[in-house]
């Protein structure tokens, strides 16, 4: 636990399920105030918010699609209503859809940008002007993917955004070092989440999956969210312009493990 972050705030995207409930948790039991986010998930964000109190934080949830400059804006104004300000801002909402690159049409490329790549862009954009207007230090978290290095075919807009992230990441980071800023992001290997359950309830797609991974397992979400606690905190107040890797070892090239090469 994490002394230092009680009582802050954090505004936490996509947090109806998965890896930003799991996050918005994780702060909860740190004694924050979350704001939490979903778009149609409603009861998914209303379980995130009880969770968050029985840890012992307090939490608000909005609807918002990150995409929207005016979306981010009504986060922005929920913790500003809700907790009076803003200290920790977590670009956690994403989507990701399977096509063949040349089928993917332009406009299902343009969804994944808009909301992986530009909400980020959008949320870290409204938490630094904050953080400026305010003449405060404050942190942004990004998540990423390990699919930021490494290739998906049939998930070309997916892994472009993540890559993108990873600039916008060291970029931001740089450029508000100076204030006091620091921007960080975190990218996930295989997770146990909803968005996995339906291919790792399949054993032999799961076992597929470990093979890939040096540690032999899939992780689970409060790694990821032991991750995001540790770089909100004062503990991790000489990092910024990072990706910290969760992945078991995936970026690893695990085919080599074996000597193999």
Not at 95 to 104: G, N
Not at 127 to 138: N, R, S
Not at 195 to 203: E, L, M
Not at 219 to 228: Q, Y
Request: some cysteine; aromatic content about 8%.
């Amino acid at each position: 636990m994490f002394e230092d972050l009680r009582g802050k705030t954090a505004v936490v995207t996509g947090s109806s399920k998965g890896l930003g409930a799991a996050i918005a948790r994780r702060f909860g039991a740190e004694g924050m105030n979350v704001v939490t986010n979903y778009r149609s998930d409603e009861e998914g964000a209303r379980e995130t918010v009880r969770a968050i109190e029985e840890a012992g934080g307090a939490a608000a949830a909005v609807q918002s699609d990150v995409s929207k400059a005016e979306c981010v804006d009504a986060l922005y104004d929920a913790a500003m209503f809700s907790f009076g300000g803003v200290d920790i801002w977590v670009n956690n909402a994403g989507i990701e859809r399977a096509t063949p690159s040349d089928q993917k049409s332009i406009e299902e490329w343009q969804r994944v940008i808009d909301v992986n790549l530009t909400g980020v862009f959008a949320g870290s954009r409204r938490a630094i002007q904050h953080f400026l207007e305010h003449k405060m230090p404050g942190v942004v978290i990004n998540l990423s993917s390990v699919h930021e290095v490494i290739p998906w075919p049939h998930f070309a807009d997916y892994a472009a955004s993540k890559a993108g992230i990873g600039m916008l990441t060291k970029t931001l980071a740089l450029e508000y070092a100076d204030r006091g800023i620091r921007v960080n992001a975190i990218a996930p290997g295989a997770m146990d989440t909803p968005i996995n359950a339906q291919k790792f309830a399949d054993p032999d797609e799961r076992a597929a999956v470990e093979r890939l991974i040096p540690m032999g397992y899939v992780g689970a979400p409060d790694d990821i969210a032991a991750a995001a606690a540790w770089l909100a905190s004062e503990q991790a107040r000489y990092v910024t312009g990072t990706t910290l890797v969760v992945d078991g070892g995936m970026t690893l090239y695990p085919s080599f493990q074996g000597g193999q090469g």
